[in-house]
């Protein structure tokens, strides 16, 4: 099986979503994003946006207002200010 | 000694009281649940906070780092923020955390340090007013907030960088009881400002980077400039969810220690009781009995 990035959302009441995904795009304040496995590590603030999570043939999104990236070549963990999943 | 029906009026009130103390007990076992839950779901945000701190931390020292990191170089100004509960009969959950507070004002004061106090909760203000009446800068209130969420913690955090701002504090320092587990709360005192950048605190082992060097959108200082207010806000929070927990768990071991008292109290009561009814009767038989053999 192939690595998978590790993704985890959290905001401050709860867990949102932590498992392994293909990808997953945010907004950056400089500008959207997407990581995959292997991205170079980088922190950045993020604004208020969607944050979309694809995994196989899943997509899942959540609207985020604000927050936090930390991204290594193998995890990314968002810390959102607020987090609802979008129906 | 009490008429019969001074008795039975004794024990039918401690009966209620049981009810009542009862019924306290299960809401608070309940509640204490749901209390648990949401102090245990906001874990892993304070957890990641701490860890992306500690890492940009280390990249932000020197004169340029945000005073909120590295403090304002100062140890004259003292403010602490004192965390309890809104409401009592909870047994002595607010009182130590109050007390805790109280011996470190102490210290502070008899080391020559200003003081200051912002009052959350409204178990800790009455016993703080009293002792030190001029150094409450702030109170709140959190009994109306049903639901603690990052907004709960918000006027706080407020008030703290306020103040911090204004120079009216160069350490500021929050207590509130640990939530150790259901049948232990620990007064504990954290420092807020400056951040205390603590790695074990956070994930452990630094993330494997694979050669690669971290970069930082806009850059570090700014990222920390959002981060640490955040990471103040959530610590409060973290804090008061804390709290909350133990605070039912304080309350369900108080009702539970009341209601096993006014159980003994009613057994006594009402052994005592039927030993004047039977002395009583025991009394009217005699009476009547000689008073026949007088006859």
Not at chain 1, 72 to 81: D, N, Q, R, W
Not at chain 2, 144 to 164: D, M, N, Y
Not at chain 2, 196 to 221: F, I, Q, R, T, W
Request: overall charge neutral.
């Amino acid at each position: 099986m192939m690595a998978k990035l590790r993704f985890s959302l959290v905001a401050p009441e709860r867990e949102l979503f932590a498992g392994d995904v293909d990808q997953v795009d945010a907004p950056g304040v400089d500008g959207d994003f997407g990581v995959f496995l292997g991205h170079e590590p980088f922190m950045t603030v993020l604004r208020p946006g969607k944050v979309t999570i694809r995994d196989g043939a899943t997509t899942k999104v959540f609207e985020i207002k604000g927050g936090f990236a930390d991204v290594t070549p193998e995890s990314f963990t968002l810390l959102a200010e607020h987090a609802v999943e979008a129906a | 000694m009490a008429s019969l029906k001074e008795m039975r009026n004794r024990i039918g009130s401690v009966k209620s009281t049981q009810k009542i103390t009862k019924a306290l007990q299960m809401v608070a076992a309940a509640k204490g649940r749901r209390a648990q839950d949401a102090a245990q779901a906001a874990r892993p945000y304070a957890v990641r906070m701490a860890s992306v701190i500690a890492n940009l931390a280390k990249s932000v020292t020197g004169p340029g780092a945000p005073v909120l990191l590295a403090g304002t170089g100062r140890d004259q100004k003292h403010l602490l923020v004192v965390a309890a509960a809104d409401s009592g009969l909870a047994g002595a959950i607010s009182s130590s955390v109050v007390r805790a507070a109280r011996e470190r004002i102490y210290e502070l004061k008899a080391a020559g340090k200003e003081v200051r106090i912002i009052c959350v909760g409204r178990k800790t203000v009455a016993p703080l007013r009293r002792l030190f009446p001029d150094a409450i800068v702030a109170t709140f209130d959190m009994s109306q907030e049903k639901v603690l969420t990052l907004s709960s913690a918000e006027p706080i955090a407020a008030r703290i960088l306020q103040a911090f701002e204004n120079g009216e504090a160069d350490v500021v320092t929050l207590f509130f009881s640990h939530f150790k587990n259901i049948v232990s709360q620990v007064p504990t005192s954290q420092q807020l400002i400056p951040a205390v950048v603590n790695e074990a605190a956070g994930l452990g082992a630094a993330p494997d980077l694979k050669g690669g060097v971290y970069s930082y959108e806009p850059d570090e200082a700014a990222i920390l400039e959002t981060l640490l207010p955040q990471n103040l806000r959530v610590q409060i929070l973290s804090a008061l969810l804390e709290n909350k927990a133990g605070f039912y768990a304080s309350q369900m071991t108080a009702m539970d220690n009341a209601t096993r008292n006014a159980g003994d109290l009613i057994t006594s009561l009402t052994k005592q009781y039927n030993r004047s009814r039977q002395a009583q009767i025991t009394k009217e038989l005699i009476e009547i009995i000689s008073g026949a053999e007088a006859l």
